[in-house]
């Protein structure tokens, strides 16, 4: 599953991951922690949309 910031388009895919931010393939939307940001602009998870 993907999902995408509505801010800037930002896109994490929870395949990949966010290895350059700690976070591993694998993790799934739901278990990254409550205080993820983008790592581009820096809204919170309220500012992403399910893509897909």
Not at 8 to 15: F, L, N, R, V
Not at 33 to 48: A, I, N, S, T
Request: proline letters at 8%; glycine letters at 14%.
């Amino acid at each position: 599953m993907k999902y995408v910031c509505d801010v800037c388009g930002w896109e994490y895919d929870e395949t990949v991951g966010d290895p350059d931010n700690g976070i591993a393939p694998g993790t799934k939307w739901e278990d990254l922690p409550d205080d993820f940001v983008c790592p581009l602009c820096g809204v919170g998870k309220d500012e992403f949309s399910k893509e897909g």
